[in-house]
């Protein structure tokens, strides 16, 4: 409480009296109402680039699950830890760090790099990630991807929205894997992959849509080659040794941010024009997938003996 100095003598005390009596006391202050919840960075609708998102743009609302990278990966990630895709290197948790809200996978002369499969899926919906990745070594594949919870590959399909085949990152593809043949289509997008994008996909009951900051590229309205059952993300930096030539460079690939969505809300994408046609090709024309049973993965960080299904 604000205390007044001591006023002696009457004229003064009169004074006082008059001017406190003039003037009203001052109303005390409105009490503290509750207090809001802490918005962290990063949190839905907030994230960088986020308003250049397809969830943005399509209204696709909250996500059901989302990943900022800000702290230690959850239980709900997977880090593969065995054998690398196709026996080539080896995929181990000592290649993903996290630092200032950013995940990174390396991939090092040795073909030591890292994956990691986002838990639990869903049959349809919407998945996007921030992601970039600098130009790298011929051998390394940056990827964002869907893979079966069935673990059924080829039948149970794969949807490869994001893989950055061209080592200058500035050509990116998507496959739609699907038949027990292993058959595919494809389509590819020419943007600068060395800066920050956002790369998502709709998968609906009639067609896989895929885009980038928040405009279509690339869409299938072909229902026969639709995966069959709930799929689930995986991030991975993958090793072909037969693609490189000479020294392998060290290679690397970023990622901001990944979400998740269900199908049930917002508005589904319309066909756009400057989407590209799908284009089949036989399972022959691309990489074989690895032994289902070459390597392990873990739930957050390294534990051993549990075995990684994945052709992926």
Sequence with gaps: MRRWPTVCGIAAAMLLTLSTA??????????????????R?????????????????????????????????????NVYDGPGHA?????????VSIQDGILTITGDPEGNTAGMAWGEGQKYGRWEGRVRAPASDESYNALLLL??????????????????????RQ????????????????????????QWHNWAVEWTPDHVAAFVDGEEWWRTEDTQILPPRAMHLCVQLDWFPE??????????MHVDWVKRYPLDEGQQSEPSDEAVESSAVPGSARRAPSD???????????????????TR
């Design 22 to 39: 003039a003037v009203a006391a001052p109303a005390p202050p409105d009490p503290p109402g509750p207090t809001a919840p802490e918005q």
């Design 41 to 77: 960075p990063g949190q839905a609708g907030r994230s960088a680039g986020h308003e250049t998102s397809a969830a943005a743009a399509f209204g696709w609302g909250e996500p059901n699950r989302a990943d900022e990278f800000d702290g230690p990966l959850g239980e709900e990630w």
């Design 87 to 95: 026996d080539n290197g080896r995929r181990t948790p000592d290649a």
């Design 147 to 168: 893979w079966p919870d069935a673990e059924d590959f080829p039948v149970g399909g794969e949807i490869d929205f994001m893989e950055m085949m061209d080592h200058t």
């Design 171 to 194: 050509t990116t593809n998507i496959f739609l894997h699907f038949g027990e043949d292993n058959d595919q289509v494809v389509g590819e997008v020419q943007i600068d992959a060395t």
């Design 243 to 252: 693609d490189g030539d000479g020294e392998v460079q060290e290679s690397a």
């Design 292 to 310: 289902p049973d070459a390597a392990t993965r873990v739930e957050g960080r390294v534990t051993e003996g549990v075995p990684d299904p994945a």
